[in-house]
């Protein structure tokens, strides 16, 4: 029985050394039901409250995409466009494949009139999302951008 339980222990550490119960966790979340208080705040126009429910969420989510996006969505609404832009860019390399995050720093650059990396943006999201129902407002965006160089 000690034996079993030495072995027992031992598989805990692994897993956690590898990180094994957080990426498990993180994939199996309901990141809508996760994040619904902080977009219900966003909503009513408590956006420094939203803010500090996101930042709780990236703390303790650091590779969860969409955590940092929803950061990025009320440090954007907020006015502060580069923290916003930093938390876009930080949800497109943890979550390479979470079309939303392209489409907002896509948003970004345009504001910054960064045109072939919004365009690059667009078109990342475009592959990702290909049922996006702003499709055709998308395809305006990224004419515009081409447009600007």
């Not at 969505?73 to 938390?87: S, Y």
């Not at 009139?113 to 055709?136: F, G, H, M, T, V």
């Amino acid at each position: 029985m000690k034996a079993n339980r030495k072995n027992l222990v031992l598989v805990l550490i692994l897993a956690v050394l590898t990180g094994t119960f957080s990426q498990v966790s993180a994939k199996d979340k309901d990141w809508n039901k996760e994040l619904e208080k902080g977009y219900h705040e966003l909503k009513m126009g408590n956006i420094d409250e939203s803010i500090k429910i996101f930042q709780g969420k990236v703390n303790k989510n650091p590779s969860s995409g969409k955590c940092h996006c929803a950061l990025g969505e009320a440090l954007k609404k907020k006015g502060q466009h580069d923290p916003a832009k930093k938390e876009f860019l930080l949800a497109t390399q943890v979550e390479p494949s979470f079309g939303e995050a392209f489409y907002h720093l896509g948003q970004c650059y345009e504001f910054d009139n960064q045109w072939q990396d919004a365009i690059n943006s667009y078109r990342r999201y475009k592959e990702l999302a290909p049922e996006a129902s702003n499709r055709q407002a998308l395809e305006d965006r990224i004419s515009f951008c081409e447009g600007k160089i």
